[in-house]
T-cell receptor
Framework: RKEVEQDPGPFNVPEGATVAFNCTYSNSASQSFFWYRQDCRKEPKLLMSVYSSGNEDGRFTAQLNRASQYISLLIRDSKLSDSATYLCVVNNRNAGNMLTFGGGTRLMVKP | DTEVTQTPKHLVMGMTNKKSLKCEQHMGHRAMYWYKQKAKKPPELMFVYSYEKLSINESVPSRFSPECPNSSLLNLHLHALQPEDSALYLC????????????????FGPGTRLLVL
């Protein structure tokens, strides 16, 4: 089982749609969770950290479910510029707390 | 300023060449990282430096040799690479290494796209 699993997609959605991505992680001792965004041929950029209580940043909402070892990202009112790969990232307690990246979920927002 | 810079942006090298990748950050971060990313795959950790000392080497072949001349700079020296080493090499930095299970946010540079012929 992979440490961090994501549906690779692609998710093809129209502008204005709401889309949700899920991510599961295998190490129950993980404590830090992030969503990064990576555009084609660019570096990953931090989108948001994920807190136990859930957090929202504009159109983006992240949720953490520790019992199910599950993280989600909800994007409301999708824009063309949201098209990217979204990487779920978790700290790996078995590897010096270094980050482990999921394989990414590709989102394509169409006009 | 959350900027990490990397040079060169692109690099083409033969299998007998020696080259170096450079990374710089001026955020006062004490932890710096090298990642390798193949197409359509997530980044894979190669090396971690903390306070200019090598902290983690993820069993990377010796043809990759990291160096941290000072707290702002991180180099990756390349020698006798193989075509399968072609990838995007990403540098990242964070305020410090993770402590107590909590991970500091990592900021990535734009990467060096390497092609080994």
């Amino acid at each position: 089982r992979k440490e961090v699993e994501q549906d690779p997609g692609p998710f093809n959605v129209p502008e204005g749609a709401t889309v949700a991505f899920n991510c599961t992680y295998s190490n129950s001792a993980s404590q830090s969770f992030f969503w990064y965004r990576q555009d084609c041929r660019k570096e990953p950029k931090l989108l948001m950290s994920v807190y136990s209580s859930g957090n929202e940043d504009g159109r983006f909402t992240a949720q953490l479910n520790r019992a199910s070892q599950y993280i989600s990202l909800l994007i409301r009112d999708s824009k063309l510029s949201d098209s990217a790969t979204y990487l779920c990232v978790v700290n790996n307690r078995n590897a010096g707390n270094m980050l482990t990246f999921g394989g990414g979920t590709r989102l394509m927002v169409k006009p | 300023d959350t900027e990490v810079t990397q040079t060169p942006k692109h690099l083409v090298m033969g299998m007998t060449n020696k080259k170096s990748l450079k990374c710089e950050q001026h955020m006062g971060h004490r932890a710096m990282y090298w990642y390798k990313q193949k197409a359509k795959k997530p980044p894979e950790l190669m090396f971690v430096y903390s306070y200019e000392k090598l902290s983690i080497n993820e069993s990377v072949p010796s043809r990759f040799s990291p160096e941290c001349p000072n707290s702002s700079l991180l180099n990756l020296h390349l020698h006798a690479l193989q075509p399968e080493d072609s990838a995007l090499y990403l540098c990242a930095s964070s305020q410090d290494l993770p402590r107590g299970g909590l991970q500091e946010t990592q900021y990535f540079g734009p990467g060096t796209r390497l092609l080994v012929l």
